[in-house]
């Protein structure tokens, strides 16, 4: 509510609250190691069992979510770039962001074929403007098509550096912020990570980069991996750990390595009810909070 950029998407502190006292009257809460031996074959799960889970290492996780779940004796698994909290790096999806929540959509979507046009042919080669515009531009669950557009150029179809630089000039732009500045604003710190672990909430995997890694270089993949992994270390249990995929982008070259290197459960971004007994461990699906009261009832079409 008070924000300074009221356009991002979240969930009020009073909706949140709302939502949980909502899932803790319905639903039976478990924690992550409830399904991880579950998912082993240990021990089975509740009727109507829920999980909650919390991507990308947000501030707000800390300073209102885990208070609440908290007092509600419940725990929430949070997946966390390492990026975030070792680097003090401004992550490219958020800059993507606050560069959407600070600019008219149809401005930018100009500005963006403005830039690909200028980059073109002095290092970078792409398809034609155009023709990336007709390809991307697909209305999504939660965007229009000119917000995906903008989406799909800024975090995986350009090269990446060319990607970073037209981040940071529209960055500098529509926010106007030290993308340092708005880094230590916006992600927990390691020490609150810290707190957050020892007061019984669980830690998992995000990448380190935040990469769509199922479109990166095998190596390249690999890389980012194991850079989260040693960043996590202290946080996680090396044989038996969590994948949260960002972007929900994976591929079996993914599921092969971090399998290889002990993860036993990994989540995707797939809209549906997950079946422990039917779906492959590594790949469970995930409803959305909006897809709960009080934002809506779309999980009863779902079969629970």
């Not at 969930?11 to 579950?38: C, P, S």
């Not at 979510?65 to 790096?89: D, R």
């Not at 459960?265 to 897809?291: F, H, K, Q």
Request: glycine share 4%; aromatic share 12%; charged share 30%.
């Amino acid at each position: 509510v008070h924000s300074r950029y009221p356009q991002i998407k979240g969930l009020d502190t009073n909706l949140f609250r709302q939502q949980i006292e909502y899932m803790k009257n319905n639903f039976n809460i478990v924690t992550m190691e409830q399904v991880i031996d579950a998912v082993e074959g240990k021990s089975e799960l509740s009727e109507k069992a829920l999980l909650l889970t919390f991507d990308d290492g947000y501030i707000d996780n800390y300073a209102f979510a885990f208070p609440i779940l908290e007092e509600f004796g419940i725990q929430g698994s949070f997946f966390i770039p390492g990026k975030t909290f070792t680097t003090h790096q401004l992550l490219d999806v958020n800059k993507i962001h606050y560069i959407l929540a600070s600019a008219d959509i149809c401005k930018l979507v100009e500005d963006v074929k403005k830039e690909m046009d200028y980059y073109r042919g002095i290092e970078f080669d792409y398809a034609p403007t155009d023709d990336l515009f007709n390809e991307y531009a697909v209305e999504s669950r939660f965007d229009i098509k000119e917000t995906i557009f903008v989406k799909r150029m800024l975090q995986t179809v350009l090269p990446e550096r060319l990607r970073n630089t037209i981040s940071s000039n529209l960055f500098e732009k529509y926010v106007g912020v030290p993308e340092e500045q708005l880094a230590y604003e916006l992600y927990m710190t390691e020490e609150q990570i810290r707190t957050m672990k020892r007061h019984g909430m669980f830690i998992g995997l995000h990448g380190y980069d935040h990469y769509w890694l199922g479109k990166l270089p095998k190596e390249q993949m690999k890389k980012d991996l194991d850079k989260a992994l040693d960043t996590l270390d202290e946080f996680i249990d090396r044989k038996r750990w969590v994948m949260n995929y960002p972007y929900g982008s994976y591929n079996q070259d993914v599921l092969d390595y971090i399998k290889m290197k002990g993860a036993c459960v990994g989540l995707t971004t797939e809209v549906r009810i997950a079946d422990i007994c039917m779906d492959a461990a590594l790949e469970l699906p995930r409803l959305d909070c909006n897809d709960f009261p009080p934002k809506s009832e779309n999980y009863k079409r779902y079969d629970i």
